[in-house]
């Protein structure tokens, strides 16, 4: 068990569709990454935040968003939802200071679009 | 920007056999190097890790080497055990002074280890 944890493990909605996925860090981790695990495409980083402000972006669609709370938890939303938008959504999380980036991964999300 | 190839994408040995996996990096920048397993419906663990400024680091049962020159590295498992059967990831990043880089994943190793 890593200590992030994320909500819900299963998610199936239809086209068209918002969901909103959660994750909580480790306790004292600042960082909060977001990664997409389909089978093509493997891990891709979406996005991170860092104390609340976005720090970085990678591959995130525009339909997609985040956002990281006083509380250092984060969510994922996504919108407009497409049939390949199913994939599982991981969060990770980093150590405050951390001279490398040692991530520690959530269980995921398995979202399914019908 | 980084790219990691992973090689071979599936591998299958005999209990107590070796397993290595290698991965090549593009960013001669890359300074960490963390490897990841991942059963069946969970997330990645860390299993181990390596910096730049190290040419290999063992635990136990598992190391990885890293050559700079040649932008490569290797995880090796000695006397595999059914339960190392999983998928392994590589990957990179960079880490800049004050600011901590993303990882970049290769596409994954799926090993089994034959009872």
């Known amino acids: 068990d890593s200590g992030v944890t994320q909500t819900p493990k299963h998610l199936i909605t239809a086209t068209g569709q918002r969901v909103t996925l959660r994750c909580s860090p480790r306790?004292?981790?600042?960082?909060v990454y977001w990664y997409q695990q389909s089978l093509d495409q493997g891990l891709q980083f979406l996005i991170q935040y860092y104390n609340g402000e976005e720090r970085a972006k990678g591959n995130i669609l525009e339909r997609f968003s985040a956002q990281q709370f006083p509380d250092l938890h984060s969510e994922l939303n996504l919108s407009s939802l497409e049939l390949g938008d199913s994939a599982l959504y991981f969060c990770?999380?980093?150590?405050?200071?951390?001279?490398?980036?040692?991530?520690?991964f959530g269980p995921g999300t398995r979202l399914t679009v019908l | 920007g980084e790219n990691v190839e992973q090689h071979p994408s599936t591998l299958s040995v005999q209990e107590g056999d070796s397993a290595v996996i290698k991965c090549t990096y593009s960013d001669s920048a890359s300074n960490y190097f963390p490897w990841y397993k991942q059963e069946l419906g969970k997330g990645p663990q860390l299993i181990i890790d390596?910096?730049?400024?190290?040419g290999e680091k063992k635990d136990q049962r598992i190391a990885v080497t890293l050559n700079k020159t040649a932008k490569h590295f290797s995880l090796h498992i000695t006397e595999t055990q059914p339960e190392d059967s999983a998928v392994y990831f590589c990957a990179a990043s960079v880490y800049y002074g004050g600011s901590q880089g993303n990882l970049i994943f290769g596409k994954g190793t799926k090993l089994s280890v034959k009872p």
């Open positions: 990770a999380s980093s150590p405050a200071g951390a001279a490398y980036n040692e991530q520690f």
């Open positions: 390596i910096r730049s400024n190290v």
């Open positions: 306790s004292g981790d600042l960082s």
